[in-house]
């Protein structure tokens, strides 16, 4: 299995939810805002869910459930897939940015970003677009 394989099985699922979402979102911008922020929200609660699998209580005695966690992340992803199908991201795309993105982390790491002397604008172009949506 791969993430291709994981981005085919959430559009099987979301059109089995809805079948004309994708139809939809295509030539309907409201639309598409609307359930890209649907799924953001349901993400969100996802997360907040995990959250409260922890002990993180300080006035309550709770167990720490880890393997609900587990399960609470698998659903966000669940989200964050069609958030990505939403804006018209494949698996491919996905990995070709993350990795982009993650060299970029690097080298403002390695150049002072964490010191404050990185540039992170040169000439008014962000390096977000010189080193990952142009590169």
């Given at each position: 299995?791969?993430?291709?394989?994981?981005?085919d099985?959430?559009?099987?699922?979301?059109?089995?939810?809805?079948?004309?979402?994708?139809?939809?979102?295509?030539?309907?911008?409201?639309?598409?805002?609307?359930?890209?922020?649907?799924?953001?929200?349901?993400?969100?609660?996802?997360?907040a869910?995990?959250?409260?699998s922890?002990?993180?209580?300080?006035?309550?005695?709770?167990?720490?459930?880890w393997?609900?966690?587990?399960?609470?992340?698998?659903?966000?992803?669940?989200f964050?897939?069609?958030?990505?199908?939403?804006?018209?991201?494949?698996?491919?795309?996905?990995?070709?940015?993350?990795?982009?993105?993650?060299?970029l982390?690097?080298?403002?790491q390695?150049e002072g970003?964490?010191e404050?002397?990185?540039?992170?604008?040169?000439d008014?172009?962000?390096?977000?677009?010189?080193?990952?949506?142009?590169?």
């Open positions: 299995m791969d993430l291709q394989a994981v981005f099985k959430q559009i099987e699922l979301n059109k089995k939810i809805n079948d004309s979402l994708y139809e939809t979102i295509k030539t309907d911008s409201e639309e598409k805002r609307k359930w890209f922020l649907n799924f953001y929200l349901a993400m969100q609660q996802e997360g869910e995990a959250v409260d922890l002990s993180w209580k300080w006035w309550k005695k709770m167990d720490e459930d393997d609900n966690i587990k399960i609470e992340l698998v659903d966000m992803l669940h964050w897939v069609s958030m990505c199908t939403v804006a018209d991201m494949d698996a491919k795309e996905v990995l070709d940015l993350y990795f982009k993105k993650n060299d982390n690097h080298k403002r390695n970003y964490k404050g002397t990185y540039q992170k604008e040169v008014g172009v962000e390096d977000n677009v010189t080193h990952v949506l142009n590169k």
